[in-house]
């Protein structure tokens, strides 16, 4: 398995441009998650997935958006980026937990988004 | 929401010496709390997790203990080697959702 697979690696965008971050997953999992890492601040949730069709807000969704339409794939869309964007993009992905407790996440490599 | 908390920011230990990092959360519901490694310019990779049904749980050098009541939870870190230097997060999850703490950069010096 490729595990959970992010594209592209690195971006530099001219403020109020647009973009799509890909993120894919070929385990079959159910929950998908997308994550901004500032230095310092460890990780915020963005948007998170508990499966195709569904999508909820997490900690920081403006300036966001997000499309579930399969299992495999949750793309985070930039619209107008700002330099407050300028971030580390992390997409994860774990399994459905049968019983109370969750199952770990799984991380992608990463994108590395400058705004200027 | 859960507010988790995560001291120190910065660690230094000599090498075979023992690192412990703190993390306290906020929200009683939370029940499953990883710890995650992350190497420069690399992605967060889990080390060890534990259970509120659990109050320690170790795997060779790795050791988490956890505290309900004062919801609190640490790593620890023993024998240390130059290869455990990383940041480490935290995280606390309930729901479907996880939260993270600002992580705790670990030098260790041969």
């Known amino acids: 398995n490729a595990g959970v697979t992010q594209t592209p690696k690195f971006r530099i965008l001219k403020i109020g441009q647009s973009m799509t971050l890909q993120c894919t997953q070929d385990?079959?999992?159910?929950?998908m998650y997308w994550y901004r890492q500032d230095p310092g601040m460890g990780l915020k949730l963005i948007y998170y997935?508990?499966?195709?069709?569904?999508?909820d807000k997490g900690e920081v969704p403006n300036g966001y958006n997000v499309s579930r339409s399969t299992t495999e794939d949750f793309p985070l869309r930039l619209e107008l980026a700002a330099p407050s964007q300028t971030s580390v993009y992390f997409c994860?992905?774990?399994?459905?937990?049968?019983?109370?407790?969750?199952?770990?996440?799984?991380f992608g490599n990463g994108t590395r988004l400058t705004v200027t | 929401g859960e507010n988790v908390e995560q001291h120190p920011s910065t660690l230094s230990v000599q090498e075979g010496d023992s690192a412990v990092i703190k993390c306290t959360y906020s929200?009683?519901?939370?029940?499953?709390f990883p710890w995650y490694k992350q190497e420069l310019g690399k992605r967060p990779q889990l080390i060890i997790d534990?259970?509120?049904?659990?109050g320690e749980k170790k795997d060779q050098r790795i050791a988490v203990t956890l505290n309900k009541t004062a919801k609190h939870f640490s790593l620890h870190i023993t024998e240390t080697q130059p290869e455990d230097s990383a940041v480490y997060f935290c995280?606390?999850?309930?729901?479907?959702?996880?939260?993270f703490g600002t992580g705790t950069s670990l030098t260790v010096i041969p």
């Open positions: 994860a992905s774990r399994p459905f937990s049968r019983g109370s407790y969750n199952s770990p996440l799984h």
């Open positions: 385990m079959n999992h159910n929950y």
């Open positions: 997935s508990v499966g195709a069709g569904i999508t």
């Open positions: 929200d009683s519901a939370s029940n499953y």
């Open positions: 534990i259970r509120s049904n659990v």
């Open positions: 995280a606390a999850s309930t729901g479907n959702q996880f939260y």
